[in-house]
């Protein structure tokens, strides 16, 4: 569906946690990254273990939401993550391995978007949460 994430939220590699937005509706956004060990920033933490760290799968879950909210037009402004309600970590996620977040949109409007989501290796999730983000700038 969309490809061009860049064209969608302001992050830019290496901080760029979205490959592509499968699906979007005002309930569902479906995204995908695979994390390859080529961007030693993710590896800092915990070099000897070949893991993406949690947080930033937490991060990514929240960047693939903003891509669909932004493709579904609710807004046009620039949104940062503002508040983490719940993070749960069940597996380690593999560099080399495909995640798939499935997030769920609670609350859309111009200045507040809440979501939760669930991310998936193969048919395994490994994390799941819920946050919200707040519009920090207008559309230019």
């Known amino acids: ?23 979007v509706d005002k309930e569902q956004i479906i995204g995908v990254k695979k994390f390859d060990d080529t961007n030693f920033i993710l590896k800092g933490n915990f070099p000897e273990f070949n893991y993406v760290p949690g947080t930033i799968l937490l991060e990514s879950m929240a960047q693939c939401g903003g891509a669909g909210v932004r493709l579904l037009g609710v807004t046009n402004g620039i949104f940062a993550l503002a508040y983490i309600e719940t993070a ?9 391995e495909q995640v798939k977040f499935v997030i769920r949109n609670l609350r859309l409007s111009e200045k507040i978007i809440k979501q939760s989501g669930k991310a998936y290796v193969g048919d395994d ?16």
């Open 1 to 23: 569906m969309s490809k061009d994430i860049e064209n969608l939220i302001p992050h830019r590699a290496p901080f760029l946690f979205v490959d592509e937005i499968i699906s």
């Open 88 to 96: 749960e970590f069940l597996k380690g996620v593999l560099f080399g």
């Open 125 to 140: 999730i490994v994390m799941e949460g819920s946050w919200m983000s707040m519009r920090i700038e207008e559309a230019i």
